[in-house]
């Protein structure tokens, strides 16, 4: 049985540990993690909850998935907020959303949110702006920090704008998540987290593994 990476499971364990109102998801993609951490943050306190997703949606194109180095589908705006309408059908009066479609470099303005996961382009001029807009959030959560694997492989230089981004930021309380998650083409993949404000992330020694149990009728 496959098992989802684990750093999706780590993730979570942040939303349920801050607890955030707000939410902005940069790389929305298909919108599962995205509810997935709204519905953790309802579930976790009783206050209003609103998330702000961003991706390129029905724009992005193959030469941008190249730059950016997007592995994903393509996905649409509108089938994406359907996802959210359920959501939002479940908390009618606790939970508000907005999904933003572009080229986060032209569509992300100044934003301070309680908790931002930036998983959107991963060229380091993306990963640069996205940061610096979303800079003075409680927590920012960066996917794709990237490693060497056991025979030195990495993912491009191009594609390591986690890498060159959280490098850089020497005043910042930051951690890099334990990982075992790999790259497909080498390397491993981990979640960087910077916390402004808070106390440092539960998780940040620890790696639990989740335990798939199939039950078969014999
Ligand atoms: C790795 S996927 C996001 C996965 C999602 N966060 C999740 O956990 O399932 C990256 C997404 O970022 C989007 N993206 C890539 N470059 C972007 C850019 N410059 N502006 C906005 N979205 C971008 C892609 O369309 C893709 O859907």
Redesign the pocket.
Known sequence: MMSPPLR?FQLLGLVEFYQPKTIV??????G???IDMCRSSLNTHSEDVHYTG????QD?TDA?DDI?F?A?SR?TLEDVSESFDELQAEFPSRFTYELIK????KTLTATNADFV?L???HSPK?VWNDYEKTIDSKVIVF?DYFKEDKEGKIADIDHQGTNVVVDSLKEKAKWILPSLDRVAGGGTTSLAVIVNEGKSPPNKDILLVPIFIEVKNT
């Open positions: 999706y998801e940069v790389g929305t993609w298909n599962q993690h995205g961003y991706d390129l949606y992005g941008l950016e997007n994903k996905v572009g080229d986060t470099n996961f998983d959107g382009g993306t996917d």
